[in-house]
């Protein structure tokens, strides 16, 4: 930010002026990031619950799964410019633009996350009438075919950043979706584990953990191959951010395995510092692509590596910049 | 589509590879920045045919330039660098005393053209010294004369043959008209912004209050009513050419040529060359120095053409996503624990 520049290659630029303008997104779109994770990772959970017979878990995970998603299209609604034209993704489908085809994976995984929630709030009393029997069965069927599109709901919000010029989010194309997919796995198990008595929890455990595990992972290999990027990735709030989510992760594993299966209390504080730590990701990720294109180097030193590349006639640097001829 | 095509179809055929029947020729500018006096006739001209909104009034201590940058509100931006030699920014005290307003802004800077920068605490004003009439050397003989040199260049959208802009609007409110020059309905935006980041040059902008996102239209009205933009039409040297694109091609390798000639080493085309990375742009630019100087990037890459790469590693990850469900329940089932 203002004044701690980061050391590295300067770059002839135009008073120091952005290339790029800087993501119109607010904090609300980092924070769909989580929620829409979390929608898609307690959806997983709570289909598997029903399947093997945990009904419990299957509840909390159903009504989290959502309200998470009630979240996330009020987060996505709230950053337009133009919310009452939201309907205006609905008018076409269009491949090349992973905000659309995501519009299409939400508007699939919706329904039956809303059947199957709206049929675990039917009152007891109720529960063995003929309209409740019928809505339980729909629910069932409905709820696992959104499951089935959980993933693409967890994992398609990384096309989505990566899909864009900011340097930030297209330099770490190749990691994004596995740390996007492990924090959404980590916070849907660790939605289970707070929700759920440890007895019936174990399947949630074992998402949040390869979850966890994935996150971690990702995280690292991502960090290992930055280039220039490294700088915004390992400065100021973004390298707190997620330090602190890289932290809190790694604790939330490590008492997901020690702890929760024997504590419920265990169990709750690591599902918490799972929820935590993805959500943290998240928001150091976003703010990592703003952050990039608040300086012109980000954007100019790596085109310039490229170009100057490309006439000397060895090498060009990506694959995806100029056709090899 | 032709935007994932990875090589990018001869000028024509881009509007009749988006559906028009029997379109026009592809039309655009020429922008030599070697005849550029900084009137800023065009950015005028633009703003009063388009009803575009003013952009905040200021003075950015950038040289002449007063607007800063393309923006929602912006749609010709003149900029002005004054240069001891090729291949530097202006001067480095300018720039740091520019720059450092610049960071401190909410958007970095890159709001300029939209909005305008806050005003500095105290209202404290960099001192860039006072302006002297007459040029370097005056007085006392060329000998003496400095390589001190002001480039001056009219930027606008690049009405690229592969728009990230388009490419990922979700609604279909940017589309390729039959002149194959990219444009906003307005009454289709919902100002979701991920053209704002789907634009590798920093043009698209969401117009704050009125909440769409806004650019360079190449004024399709006037082009409708087989007009010039406003302006060309205002621009008093010709520095601004509208044409056929293949036309303006072939004036800009003349002026090139013509220029090395007149050991104009330094002067270079932008976004004349199809084969490049967002397949050539409809509106050209002759440049007297890198584009870097210019605050333009210098070999960008529209975003899209990662898309199958990128569509494969979150097809992978997801794959990996359901397994590990699918895997926590199966060993939930079969293993000894409910
Ligand atoms: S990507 Fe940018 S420069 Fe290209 S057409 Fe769109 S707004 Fe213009």
Redesign the interface.
């Known amino acids: 930010?203002?004044?701690d520049?980061p050391p590295g290659p300067d770059?002839?630029?135009?008073?120091?002026?952005?290339?790029?303008?800087?993501?119109?997104?607010e904090w609300k779109i980092a924070a769909y990031l989580f929620t829409g994770g979390l929608a898609?990772g307690t959806a997983?959970?709570a289909a598997?619950?029903d399947?093997?017979r945990?009904p419990r878990l299957r509840r909390g995970c159903w009504l989290g799964s959502f309200a998470a998603l009630l979240a996330s299209v009020g987060l996505l609604v709230g950053?337009?410019?133009?919310?009452e034209?939201?309907h205006?993704?609905l008018?076409?489908a269009?491949?090349?633009?992973?905000?659309?085809v995501g519009?299409w994976i939400l508007t699939a995984f919706g329904p039956g996350v809303g059947a199957a929630a709206v049929s675990e709030l039917v009152p007891a009393r109720w529960r063995s009438s003929w309209p409740a029997r019928l809505l339980r069965g729909l629910a069932r069927a409905l709820g696992l075919a959104s499951?089935a599109t959980?993933?693409?709901v967890?994992?398609?919000t990384?096309?989505l950043l990566?899909?864009?010029?900011?340097p930030g989010w297209?330099e770490v194309?190749?990691?994004?979706?596995?740390l996007?997919?492990g924090s959404?796995?980590a916070s849907g198990?660790g939605f289970g584990m707070l929700t759920a008595p440890p007895?019936?929890a174990?399947?949630?455990r074992?998402?949040a953990a390869?979850?966890a595990g994935?996150e971690l992972l990702a995280s690292r290999l991502m960090e290992r191959r930055m280039g220039l990027i490294r700088e915004v990735y390992e400065h100021g709030t973004v390298a707190r951010r997620r330090r602190a989510s890289e932290v809190l992760t790694a604790a939330g594993l490590a008492g997901t395995v020690l702890l929760a299966g024997r504590s419920r209390a265990g169990a709750a504080a690591s599902g918490i510092a799972l929820l935590t730590g993805s959500a943290l990701q998240r928001f150091g990720v976003f703010e990592a692509g703003v952050e990039s294109?608040?300086?012109?180097r980000y954007?100019?030193v790596p085109?310039?590596e490229?170009?100057d590349a490309?006439r000397r006639g060895s090498a060009v640097g990506?694959?995806?910049?100029?056709?090899a001829? | 589509m032709t935007a994932t095509d990875r090589t990018p179809p001869p000028p024509v055929d881009l509007a009749r590879r988006n559906g028009y029947f029997d379109p026009p020729p592809r039309m655009g500018f020429f922008t030599d920045t070697s005849v550029c006096i900084g009137c800023k006739a065009c950015e005028v001209a633009c703003k009063e045919w388009n009803h575009v909104p003013e952009d905040g009034l200021d003075l950015l201590g950038m040289s002449m330039d007063n607007t800063g940058m393309l923006g929602a509100n912006s749609w010709r931006h003149v900029a002005f660098v004054e240069q001891r030699r090729p291949g530097t920014a202006g001067p480095e005290e300018q720039t740091l005393a520019v720059e450092a307003r610049l960071r401190a802004a909410p958007r970095g800077g890159s709001e300029l053209g939209t909005t305008p920068l806050p005003t500095a605490p105290g209202g404290a004003v960099a001192d860039l010294g006072m302006p002297t009439v007459g040029r370097p050397g005056d007085g006392t003989g060329a000998e003496t004369r400095t390589d001190f040199r002001w480039l001056m260049e009219s930027d606008v959208c690049k009405h690229c043959t592969e728009a990230g802009c388009l490419d990922v609007c979700p609604t279909g409110a940017l589309f390729r008209t039959e002149f194959g020059t990219v444009v906003v309905q307005q009454d289709i935006c919902n100002g979701c912004g991920y053209c704002v980041s789907g634009c590798p040059y920093g043009v698209i902008d969401r117009r704050p209050h009125d909440g769409r996102a806004q650019k360079c239209t190449l004024c399709y009205d006037r082009l409708k009513g087989g007009l010039t933009p406003a302006c060309a039409k205002a621009c008093p040297t010709e520095s601004i050419q509208f044409g056929p694109l293949d036309e303006l091609r072939e004036r800009a390798d003349r002026r090139l040529a013509e220029l090395h000639g007149q050991g104009v080493a330094e002067a270079e085309l932008y976004g004349r060359d199809p084969d490049d990375g967002v397949g050539g742009h409809g509106s050209l630019f002759l440049l007297l120095d890198v584009p870097e100087v210019y605050g333009l990037p210098p070999a960008p890459v529209v975003p899209t053409r990662s898309a199958p790469q990128i569509w494969r590693r979150v097809g992978a990850a997801a794959a990996a996503f359901a397994l590990a469900g699918i895997g926590a329940f199966a060993s939930a089932a079969f293993g000894d624990h409910p």
């Open positions: 930010m203002t004044g520049r770059a002839p630029s135009y008073y120091g002026r952005p290339v790029l303008k800087t993501p119109v997104w898609a997983v959970v598997g619950a399947l093997v945990a950053d337009l410019g133009r919310p034209r939201f205006h993704m008018r076409v269009k491949p090349t633009s992973p905000m659309s519009t499951a959980a993933p693409g967890a994992t398609y990384a096309a990566s899909q864009t010029a900011v297209h194309r190749e990691e994004l979706p596995f996007f997919a959404a796995a198990g007895a019936e174990r399947p949630a074992v998402f390869a979850g994935g294109t608040r300086d012109p954007t100019v085109q310039r490229r170009l490309a990506d694959d995806v910049g100029r056709p001829r």
